[in-house]
């Protein structure tokens, strides 16, 4: 009997309707072959929608989301929407609303793709960050005294549970435990100046670590562990960590991996529901052009297969990506791909059938 999935589509801004189209494509593909049934649904949500009806994010939407299997999301941004609206209304409040507390952001490096790192290949790049996705300096706290004027005083406050960041580094546990044989888990923060959150951290990630015994642990401040992720990345294996320096060092992942391109991530609540999406943002200045690299987002319905606990199906799309990657095009770059996006979509189909 064929296994049947309610998908969320949130093509959203941009260039996100385009890689959606060709990561929806692959989905289809791959289902076919692999003998389950996806069913999308659109939702209209994001910039252009705001500016047309003056709607960012429903309550009755974040119902109808919470239904889903998973969501596939483009990208949220535009150009003519003030920084900070979309994301706080939109990207975030989907986050927490549906408590997405875990940012899972694999870090490959494919055979024949470039990176900037100086005699690193694809042996040396293969490590997955944990980011705690729903509280820290993201959580909203703070605010203004005085605005405006010479006394101003502007105040950002780093919210930590001892709940979410047990959870988080659990997860994180867990995840290094089935990965691979490598089992190793890097704490990464700032014991040395953030003294309580990073207390609060280091406290609980050995405490829980206490359970898990095979597994071999280390922690790295924020800094050095940016450093080292270019000088010596094949030290990694799973690096879990607070959402700000997340945020941050995940786009260091994302170039050494061959840029924004290929990176993808998902935001998951392992208790219910995940939400997948491409690295690149919505790209504005590529909107309508072919140019944009789709890959990204097909890795992104990748990693959603495998959430779905669809490992065969997940698997075939990912040995696509990589022939792709490795025999189909010439760059990761938008524009420098050397095929359309549409085209690279189809090259991936067509390494499934």
Request: net charge negative; aromatic share 8%.
């Given at each position: 009997m064929r296994k049947?999935y309610?998908?969320?589509?949130?093509?959203?801004?941009?260039?996100?309707?385009?890689?959606?189209?060709?990561?929806?494509?692959?989905?289809?593909?791959?289902?076919?072959?692999?003998?389950?049934d996806?069913?999308?649904?659109?939702?209209?949500?994001?910039?252009?929608?705001?500016?047309?009806?003056?709607v960012?994010?429903?309550?009755?939407?974040?119902?109808?989301?919470k239904?889903?299997?998973?969501?596939?999301?483009?990208?949220?941004?535009?150009?003519?929407?003030?920084?900070?609206?979309?994301?706080?209304?939109?990207?975030?409040?989907?986050?927490?609303?549906?408590d997405?507390?875990?940012?899972?952001?694999?870090v490959?490096?494919?055979?024949?793709?470039?990176?900037?790192?100086k005699?690193?290949?694809?042996?040396?790049?293969?490590?997955?960050?944990?980011?705690?996705?729903?509280?820290?300096?993201?959580?909203?706290?703070?605010?203004?005294?005085?605005?405006?004027?010479?006394?101003?005083?502007?105040?950002?406050?780093?919210?930590n549970?001892r709940?979410?960041?047990?959870?988080?580094?659990?997860?994180?546990?867990?995840?290094?435990?089935?990965?691979?044989?490598?089992?190793?888990?890097?704490?990464?923060g700032?014991?040395?100046?953030?003294?309580?959150?990073?207390?609060?951290?280091?406290?609980?990630?050995?405490?829980?670590?206490?359970?898990?015994?095979?597994?071999?642990?280390?922690?790295?401040?924020?800094?050095?562990?940016?450093?080292?992720?270019?000088?010596?990345?094949?030290?990694?294996?799973?690096?879990?960590?607070?959402n700000?320096?997340?945020?941050i060092?995940?786009?260091?992942?994302?170039?050494?991996?061959?840029?924004?391109?290929?990176?993808?991530g998902?935001?998951i609540?392992p208790e219910?529901?995940?939400?997948?999406?491409?690295?690149?943002?919505?790209?504005p200045k590529?909107?309508?052009?072919?140019?944009?690299?789709?890959?990204?987002?097909?890795c992104?319905?990748?990693?959603?297969?495998?959430?779905?606990?669809?490992?065969?199906?997940?698997?075939?799309?990912?040995?696509?990506?990589?022939?792709v990657?490795?025999?189909?095009?010439?760059?990761?770059?938008?524009?420098?791909?050397?095929?359309?996006?549409?085209?690279?979509?189809?090259?991936?189909?067509?390494?499934?059938?």
């Open positions: 049947s309610q998908i969320a589509v949130i093509p959203g801004d941009g260039t996100g309707p385009e890689v959606v189209a060709e990561g929806i494509k692959a989905l289809t593909a791959v289902s076919r072959a692999s003998d389950i996806l069913k999308f649904k659109t939702f209209d949500i994001g910039g252009d929608r705001y500016l047309r009806e003056g960012l994010l429903a309550d009755n939407e974040i119902r109808r989301l239904g889903m299997d998973a969501i596939f999301l483009g990208a949220i941004g535009h150009p003519d929407v003030s920084p900070g609206i979309l994301e706080r209304e939109i990207l975030l409040k989907l986050r927490f609303e549906l997405l507390y875990i940012n899972l952001r694999p490959t490096l494919f055979k024949s793709a470039d990176t900037p790192l005699n690193k290949g694809a042996e040396d790049i293969d490590f997955v960050v944990v980011r705690e996705n729903s509280e820290g300096m993201y959580a909203g706290g703070g605010g203004f005294f005085k605005k405006g004027t010479p006394d101003e005083i502007a105040i950002q406050e780093s919210v549970t709940k979410g960041v047990e959870r988080c580094v659990r997860y994180a546990y867990e995840y290094c435990r089935k990965r691979n044989g490598k089992k190793r888990l890097t704490l990464c700032k014991t040395n100046v953030l003294i309580y959150e990073s207390d609060l951290w280091r406290r609980v990630f050995y405490e829980v670590q206490k359970g898990y015994p095979d597994i071999a642990v280390d922690y790295q401040h924020v800094d050095a562990l940016c450093m080292w992720m270019i000088k010596n990345p094949e030290q990694f294996d799973v690096i879990v960590t607070g700000l320096f997340g945020d060092i995940t786009d260091i992942g994302a170039i050494i991996q061959g840029g924004l391109g290929i990176a993808a998902g935001n609540n219910g529901n995940a939400m997948f999406e491409p690295m690149g943002g919505s790209a590529y909107t309508g052009l072919g140019q944009i690299n789709p890959l990204a987002a097909i992104a319905a990748q990693m959603m297969l495998e959430y779905l606990g669809e490992k065969e199906a997940a698997k075939r799309l990912l040995t696509a990506v990589k022939q990657v490795n025999e189909k095009i010439v760059g990761l770059d938008a524009g420098k791909m050397g095929c359309t996006t549409r085209e690279v979509g189809d090259l991936v189909v067509g390494c499934l059938t």
